[in-house]
């Protein structure tokens, strides 16, 4: 599935862009499906809070700012819960994570055209922490994502600096907006039905949308079932195996009881 080149690129950078993992017309159908979600389970008052909003918004933004969410579609929809077993996605998984793969958790990431929120930097092992980096985040695109459209933008490299104090209790948890700046990002346009893998310790963060479009991207949350949930969303939960077997563990026994 991914190159020699593709692997090392993700290893050494922390992040990889993979075109065209899902095909237009599985595009189309998965969008479909989130137009169900949006109507009934999802929070259309998500934009993350906290003092960073000041860096990243003048006051009209942050006014407007705005960001429909929900965790976990693959436990509401059939259709979601198979984009996420995708042999194209899982096939490159492997060669990210190795033959055992295990579905962690899924979050829908939708910014409306014009307000759109930001997220501020942050790596996401401040929000479900593990005992290893041996944990990929995928981001399936399902509109086209240019830079105005506040893509995905990451501090390349920055995995190897392994996890980061955030602040917390202010919102959502974030870095210090004095030491790492948005501007000192790479960003990372996308085409829908492209997939942007990150390591669970590289930092990343996005801009407003402020084209006329929605930017719709669904974060599928993946690793190696050996690494051990330390903290937050999902924790103590068993997920589903995408990939191969889940070797037979302590931290994990008392789970299948
Ligand atoms: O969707 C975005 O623009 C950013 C998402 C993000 O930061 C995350 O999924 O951790």
């Not at 189309?28 to 169900?36: F, I, K, S, V």
């Not at 809070?49 to 006051?59: H, L, T």
């Not at 959502?172 to 996308?190: E, S, W």
Request: glycine share 8%.
């Amino acid at each position: 599935m991914l190159s020699q080149e593709e692997i090392d690129f993700y290893h050494r950078q922390g992040y990889l862009r993979v075109e065209g993992v899902f095909g237009p017309a599985e595009v189309e159908a998965l969008r479909e499906e989130l137009d169900w979600i949006f109507s009934t389970w999802a929070d259309h008052n998500a934009a993350w809070q906290g003092p960073w909003r000041e860096v990243y918004m003048d006051e009209e933004q942050r006014r407007q700012a705005m960001l429909v969410a929900i965790n976990d579609l693959h436990l509401h929809s059939a259709r979601w819960q198979q984009a996420a077993a995708h042999p194209r996605l899982t096939g490159a998984l492997v060669e990210l994570l190795g033959p055992d793969v295990e579905l962690h958790h899924t979050t829908l990431h939708a910014k409306p055209p014009q307000v759109g929120s930001p997220f501020p930097l942050h790596q996401d092992n401040a929000f479900f922490a593990h005992q290893t980096p041996a944990y990929a985040d995928a981001i399936l695109h399902l509109d086209d994502a240019p830079e105005e459209a506040g893509c995905l933008r990451f501090m390349a490299g920055s995995h190897q600096l392994g996890p980061l104090e955030h602040i917390r209790g202010q919102g959502a948890p974030h870095l210090p907006t004095d030491q790492y700046r948005l501007a000192d990002t790479v960003p990372v346009p996308a085409r829908s039905g492209d997939v942007v893998f990150f390591n669970l310790w590289t930092i990343h963060g996005s801009d407003l949308n402020l084209t006329p479009h929605w930017r719709r991207a669904v974060r599928l949350g993946y690793r190696d079932p050996s690494n051990s949930q330390l903290d937050g969303h999902a924790l103590g939960r068993l997920g589903w195996m995408v990939k191969g077997r889940r070797p037979k563990l302590e931290t994990t026994v008392g789970m299948s009881r």
